[in-house]
């Protein structure tokens, strides 16, 4: 069970963070170069790296407390 709630919030966490560096990617560009453009590749990229880190740190504060 506690590995199940960690992939569950691994994902929660990957969708946030993927949906946030979609809609900044596409401001920055917008206010940039004037046009609505997302970098896919980096937003899909921050998604994983912090839906799998984030899950890890925060069960290892959990563990210790």
Do not use: C, Q
Not at 42 to 58: A, D, K, M, N
């Amino acid at each position: 069970m506690k590995m199940m709630s960690r992939i569950l919030e691994g994902f929660v966490t990957f969708v946030i963070a993927f949906v946030i560096s979609v809609i900044v990617s596409g401001l920055w560009n917008t206010a940039a170069h004037g046009f609505f453009s997302v970098d896919w590749e980096s937003s899909f990229r921050l998604g994983i790296i912090l839906g799998i880190i984030s899950p890890w740190v925060i069960s290892r504060g959990r563990d210790k407390a």
